[in-house]
C-alpha cells in the first residue's frame, strides 16, 4: 500500500514510523515546510487507512 502514495507523503511516513523522527526532523531533512511535513503525513494515513479497508 505504502508504494500507492505520493514521494512526499510515503517519505514523511517513513522518516516519521519506521525511524522515529519528528515532524520538525523530517522538516530538516526533507527541505519541506513543517505544516507541508504534517499535511504529508495527515493525508497519507488517510490514504493508507482507505486502500487497506477498500480490499
Known sequence: AME???DEQRRCIELMYLQEKT????SHLTGYDFNQVKSYIQNGKRNLKNM???K
Open 52 to 54: 487497506l479497508v477498500s
Open 4 to 6: 500507492s502514495l505520493k
Open 23 to 26: 515532524y520538525q526532523e523530517i
